[in-house]
């Protein structure tokens, strides 16, 4: 090796610690800063708070599908001429009604029948 070569291999170890060094202080930072906000908030609770707001949004979203796919059913059950056409499309409403079912069910066992078990005991 040269001089030039072994000067610019020291030059980017030191620009490498620098880096690892930032990379270091941008991760633990944000960490520190949480510390705080972490006392305040349980972590159950905002997960709690998340599913419920994800399983709002599921619900909305399911519901359209759910009366799209039923309407799509629903015409090709009432305008086709083919038998077998019209048995898979009343078995695809009896699915699409089913599955709209549990996914609602869910919503209410959630809402209704989990609060009696807060704490992990039961409470009427």
């Given at each position: 090796?040269?001089?030039?070569?072994?000067?610019?291999?020291?030059?980017?170890?030191?620009?490498?610690?620098?880096?690892?060094?930032?990379?270091?202080?941008?991760?633990?930072?944000?960490?520190?800063?949480?510390?705080?906000?972490?006392?305040?908030?349980?972590?159950?609770?905002?997960?709690?708070?998340?599913?419920?707001?994800?399983?709002?949004?599921?619900?909305?979203?399911?519901?359209?599908?759910?009366?799209?796919?039923?309407?799509?059913?629903?015409?090709?059950?009432?305008?086709?001429?083919n038998g077998k056409t019209v048995?898979?499309?009343?078995?695809?409403?009896?699915?699409?009604?089913?599955?709209?079912?549990?996914?609602?069910?869910?919503?209410?066992?959630?809402?209704?029948?989990?609060?009696?078990?807060?704490?992990?005991?039961?409470?009427?």
């Amino acid at each position: 090796m040269n001089c030039t070569t072994e000067k610019q291999a020291a030059r980017w170890k030191c620009v490498r610690r620098v880096m690892d060094t930032g990379m270091v202080m941008v991760s633990v930072l944000p960490t520190m800063a949480m510390t705080s906000y972490a006392a305040s908030v349980d972590v159950w609770a905002k997960s709690s708070e998340i599913m419920q707001d994800v399983y709002t949004q599921i619900v909305s979203i399911s519901t359209v599908a759910a009366v799209v796919c039923a309407a799509v059913a629903l015409l090709l059950m009432n305008f086709s001429k083919n038998g077998k056409t019209v048995d898979d499309s009343r078995a695809w409403l009896k699915r699409i009604a089913i599955t709209w079912a549990i996914l609602n069910g869910l919503g209410f066992i959630m809402a209704y029948v989990t609060p009696f078990f807060q704490g992990g005991t039961w409470t009427p």
